[in-house]
């Protein structure tokens, strides 16, 4: 009888492994396809299988997969998005070719055009900032002077915060301008650019599963121009008033955008007109989301998406009340990691949940000014969040790195 399997497209530094040993645990083996298995380290140490494939191609991906049916029965297939979004829309295409549960491909693909969901969203009477859509650099200057400074520049499609910067001036707008239009691996045609009003206020986001708000969490960036995340909290402290009016504005946003189907994240500034949205992402959260829900609410986001995906009754009923915090490892500079230590200190102190280090010694750091600039995280969970905050810095504080610069 052929082993039941579950197929991975692409990988993730940061839920990959979670998403491997959630599907092992549901008796499943899991099936890696990837244009480069190598870059995803925790694949050879739980002996997954993973097939090299070029994943931007759906005839390549379904032509693999049919030929894994004579070995297995392929009960799912699943995947994750990098810095481009578009894996996501192709596996709902792949499952739908099989005949298997997943997202509705063209809702995905309409949500990770920036430019489209806004329109969509601001159709629905949703709460968006202002928007422009921009080709050159006089469009940027166009759209800026109607918005007025300061505004966000980012791409109209990828994810990660790659490509986006606060221009609080005309010096600033200039050299981002340059930069995005010099960046030609961002544009599978003509560029497109996206000029929005900076809606200032506190960051939260909502993860979603089908229509039911599980939770919202609130986090902060390290220091602009770029929005890279110092910490995350879960859940957020807000009150039942706050927590509805998000969980209200998510679900028009699901109804907008004709989502529904397994996990959403949905990303918020509260401003003085109340929540408005940053940005709708079609699946889960790729940051510590998942691992702060799991250890604040007992509602594990990676099983029970796993569950939908294989056609299984999920429960996202919560077991506990707890307070989760992440905090990230950001460098301040570019070089050489010549080392890093007190990590396994760090491990040991009570209520901390995970220290994960990502790189190694000798490893050269380029600050992206994106997710990719975190070097390592800690995560710790206690009954209170200032207890959380509390144990969370002890930790921090006995971790300690040097960098070289180059030149």
Same mark, same amino acid.
């Given at each position: 009888? #052929?082993r039941?399997?579950?197929i991975?497209v692409?990988?993730?530094r940061?839920n ?19 244009? *480069? ?7 050879a ?5 993973? !097939? ?7 005839d ?5 997969? /049919?030929?894994?049916n ?6 799912g +297939? ?10 996501y829309?192709?596996?709902g ?6 005949g298997?549960?997943?997202?509705n491909?063209? /809702?995905?693909?309409r ?6 969901q806004?329109?969509?969203l ?5 709460p $968006?900032p202002?928007y422009? %859509?921009? #080709?050159?650099?006089?469009d940027?200057?166009k759209s800026?002077?109607?918005i007025g400074?300061?505004? +966000?520049?980012k791409? #109209?499609?990828?994810?990660? /915060?790659s ?7 005309a010096?600033?707008l ?8 010099g960046e030609?691996?961002l544009?599978?045609? /003509?560029?497109? $650019? ?6 200032q206020?506190?960051?939260y986001s909502a993860?979603?599963?089908g ?8 986090a ?12 995350? $909290? ?5 009150s039942d *008033?706050e927590?509805?009016?998000?969980a209200?504005?998510s ?7 004709? %989502?529904?189907w ?6 918020f500034? &509260? ?6 949205v $940053?940005?709708v ?10 691992k %702060?829900?799991?250890?604040a609410?007992g509602?594990?986001?990676?099983k029970?998406?796993?569950?939908l ?6 429960d %996202?009923r919560?077991r506990?009340s707890?307070v989760?915090a992440a905090r ?5 500079r570019?070089?050489i990691l010549?080392w890093i230590?007190?990590d396994?200190?760090?491990?040991? +102190?009570?209520?901390?949940a ?6 190694e010694p000798?490893t050269?750091i380029?600050r992206q000014?994106?997710?990719r600039?975190? !070097?390592?995280h ?7 969040q200032p207890q959380?905050?509390?144990i ?8 300690a &790195?040097?960098i070289?610069? +180059?030149?």
């Amino acid at each position: 009888m #052929a082993r039941s399997a579950l197929i991975l497209v692409e990988g993730h530094r940061g839920n990959g492994l979670r998403y491997v040993q959630a599907i092992q645990r549901l008796g499943l083996q899991p099936i890696t396809l990837a244009a *480069d298995p190598t870059r995803y380290d925790y694949l050879a140490p739980e002996s997954v299988e993973a !097939i090299r494939v070029d994943t931007d191609n759906l005839d390549a991906l379904i032509h693999e997969c /049919s030929r894994l049916n004579p070995t297995y029965d392929i009960v799912g +297939i699943t995947g994750f998005t990098d810095l481009d979004e578009s894996v996501y829309a192709t596996v709902g295409k792949l499952c739908r070719h099989f005949g298997l549960p997943g997202p509705n491909p063209a /809702s995905i693909e309409r949500c990770c055009d920036k430019f489209t969901q806004r329109q969509l969203l601001a159709e629905a009477g949703v709460p $968006i900032p202002a928007y422009r %859509l921009a #080709a050159n650099a006089a469009d940027v200057q166009k759209s800026t002077a109607e918005i007025g400074l300061p505004v +966000i520049l980012k791409p #109209a499609a990828g994810s990660g /915060s790659s490509g986006v910067r606060l221009c609080r001036n005309a010096d600033e707008l200039a050299e981002h301008t340059t930069y995005l239009l010099g960046e030609k691996h961002l544009w599978q045609s /003509s560029p497109r $650019i996206l000029v929005e009003e900076f809606a200032q206020g506190p960051f939260y986001s909502a993860d979603i599963m089908g229509n039911e708000v599980v939770g919202i969490e609130a986090a902060d960036f390290d220091c602009p121009p770029h929005f890279v995340f110092r910490e995350c $909290i879960f859940p957020a402290p807000l009150s039942d *008033d706050e927590y509805k009016h998000i969980a209200d504005v998510s679900l028009r946003c699901l109804q907008a955008l004709d %989502l529904g189907w397994g996990p959403t994240n949905i990303e918020f500034r &509260w401003t003085k007109r109340g929540p408005v949205v $940053i940005e709708v992402n079609p699946r889960l959260p790729g940051g510590a989301n998942p691992k %702060l829900a799991l250890l604040a609410s007992g509602v594990d986001l990676i099983k029970e998406h796993l569950k939908l995906v294989i056609g299984q009754e999920w429960d %996202l009923r919560k077991r506990h009340s707890h307070v989760a915090a992440a905090r990230f490892l950001n460098p301040d500079r570019d070089g050489i990691l010549d080392w890093i230590d007190g990590d396994s200190r760090a491990a040991t +102190i009570p209520g901390v949940a995970e220290v994960q280090i990502y790189v190694e010694p000798k490893t050269l750091i380029v600050r992206q000014g994106d997710h990719r600039d975190a !070097i390592g995280h800690v995560i710790a969970v206690s009954d209170s969040q200032p207890q959380t905050e509390a144990i969370l810095q002890s930790a921090v504080d006995l971790i300690a &790195w040097s960098i070289t610069p +180059i030149g």
